[in-house]
């Protein structure tokens, strides 16, 4: 029994169990990436200037360009996962924001309820 059912039966109100299974909410992924930095933080970009002497950065960038065939398809993938990660942590903190506040709204209306319940 969980501790809200504990006290809706304490105040001797029954409260019938209900599935809402159904009632997933669908996921969206443009949704959530209309901040315009979310994006831009979750993607990798292998593109860094190279800084040194001639020679370094001509070696530099030798070894990119040699296995930037390898490498690229990986960054890809990682940078769609973490934009992806990024859009389901701004859904989850929205619907976490949601339920605290009807959290407080059941809350209140408990101690109302209990109030009541004590006058009478």
Avoid: W
């Amino acid at each position: 029994m969980t501790k809200i059912q504990s006290i809706l039966d304490a105040c001797g109100h029954k409260v019938p169990a209900a599935d809402h299974s159904s009632e997933i909410p669908e996921f969206n992924l443009y949704k959530y990436l209309m901040p315009s930095n979310l994006e831009e933080k979750a993607v990798i970009n292998p593109d860094r200037s190279i800084h040194g002497s001639f020679i370094k950065r001509l070696l530099k960038h030798t070894i990119r360009k040699s296995i930037r065939f390898y490498v690229d398809p990986c960054i890809s993938d990682v940078s769609s996962f973490n934009v992806a990660v990024a859009s389901a942590i701004a859904s989850m903190q929205n619907e976490i924001e949601e339920c605290r506040s009807e959290l407080l709204r059941c809350r209140q209306e408990i101690e109302s309820l209990r109030k009541k319940l004590s006058d009478a």
